[in-house]
C-alpha cells in the first residue's frame, strides 16, 4: 500500500515563502513521477508541478512557474515544494500525487486522471 502525507501548509502574507513536503512510503519511490495539485472553493483541481527521479526536468504549471521549484529527495522518499512570492491567488488546499513512471510527457503528467495515489492534501492561506 502506498501512502502520501503532506505537510508544510499554513497561513502567511502575500510575498512570504513556504515549502510543502510529501513523504511517500511504500513501492519504490523512484519508480514514480510525483505531482503537485492544489485545488480552491468552488475550482478545478490545478496542475502545479511534477518531477520524475531522473535528470529530466521538472514540470511546471503556467500560473507558478517561475516561483515555485519542486525538488525531490529519493534516499528520505520525499518531494518539494518550495513557493515564492505567493500571493493570494495561491491560496487552496495543495496535495501530492504519485504516477507510474510511464509517460513524462507535458500532457500526461498535467492530468490528475493519471495519477493513481494520492496525499490527504495541506492548507495554504496567504493573506493580503
Known amino acids: 500500500q502506498v501512502q502520501l502525507v503532506e505537510s508544510g501548509g499554513g497561513l502567511v502574507q502575500a510575498g512570504d515563502s513556504l515549502r510543502l513536503s510529501c513523504v511517500v512510503s511504500?513501492?519504490?519511490?523512484?519508480?514514480?513521477?510525483m505531482g503537485w495539485f492544489r485545488q480552491a472553493p468552488g475550482k478545478e483541481r490545478e496542475f502545479v508541478g511534477a518531477s520524475r527521479w531522473s535528470s529530466m526536468m521538472p514540470y511546471y504549471g503556467d500560473s507558478v512557474k517561475g516561483r515555485f521549484t519542486i525538488s525531490r529527495d529519493d534516499a528520505e522518499q520525499t518531494v518539494y515544494l518550495q513557493m515564492d512570492s505567493l500571493t493570494p491567488e495561491d491560496t487552496a488546499v495543495y496535495y501530492c500525487?504519485?504516477?507510474?513512471?510511464?509517460?513524462?510527457?507535458?500532457?500526461?503528467?498535467?492530468?490528475?486522471?493519471?495519477?493513481?495515489?494520492w496525499g490527504q492534501g495541506t492548507q495554504v492561506t496567504v493573506s493580503s
Open positions: 500525487a504519485a504516477k507510474d513512471g510511464n509517460s513524462y510527457s507535458y500532457s500526461t503528467v498535467r492530468s490528475p486522471s493519471q495519477y493513481t495515489y
Open positions: 511504500g513501492r519504490t519511490f523512484r519508480s514514480y513521477d
